[in-house]
């Protein structure tokens, strides 16, 4: 018993000296602590996720009215839904975390939707497509990329990836 006692005491003393060992190196700096990432980077994420949401809502939209084929308005609706969906999260997330919120879509993504909107019958489809594959890959790398770090949207971002990239899948089906 007594020598149970002793294996336990230096295993204790062992896991004390192996801690205090690693606060001084953290201290140091010789190892580094986890870093989250910083508050700027999470704000340009969010303004981009909200603003990207905003824009696949419209688009989705655009896509019911205009489309002329069945696959691009289902897709469409797709779009408006899931985003949709996905805006009153991401806007959730940005206020619980004092966060501001874009309230429209950045100009680049007024732009696409102004451009496709002059457009009709399968050249809306054609162009719709693609735009929806190029802003989806996008999309899907900046969501892959939050996912990774410490940040307290990093699990919001890890559960979007999977909707967007079938997102892209749709959206690629579309071009062919």
């Known amino acids: 018993m007594t020598r149970t006692f002793r294996t336990h005491q230096t295993r204790t003393i062992h896991t004390v000296m192996a801690a205090?060992?690693?606060?001084?190196?953290?201290?140091?700096?010789?190892?580094?602590?986890?870093?989250?990432?910083?508050?700027?980077?999470?704000?340009r994420f969010i303004t981009e996720a909200i603003?990207?949401?905003?824009?696949?809502?419209?688009?989705?939209?655009l896509a019911q009215q205009k489309g002329q084929s069945d696959q691009v308005k289902q897709f469409g609706q797709a779009l408006a839904q899931d985003h949709g969906d996905h805006l009153q999260k991401a806007q959730q997330l940005a206020s619980q975390n004092g966060?501001?919120?874009?309230?429209?879509?950045?100009?680049?993504?007024?732009?696409?939707?102004?451009?496709?909107d002059g457009l009709s019958g399968t050249q809306f489809d054609q162009a719709f497509a693609k735009a929806m594959v190029s802003d989806h890959q996008k999309d899907i790398k900046a969501y892959q990329k939050q996912a990774a770090v410490n940040s307290p949207l990093s699990d919001f971002a890890k559960?979007?990836?999977?909707?967007?990239?079938r997102h892209l899948d749709m959206a690629k089906s579309l071009g062919k």
């Open 20 to 43: 205090c060992a690693m606060a001084v190196l953290m201290a140091s700096g010789a190892v580094a602590a986890p870093k989250g990432q910083s508050p700027a980077k999470d704000q």
């Open 159 to 165: 559960e979007t990836v999977p909707v967007l990239q």
């Open 51 to 61: 603003e990207g949401d905003m824009s696949e809502v419209a688009m989705g939209k």
């Open 99 to 116: 966060m501001t919120a874009p309230s429209e879509p950045n100009k680049q993504q007024k732009a696409i939707y102004k451009r496709l």
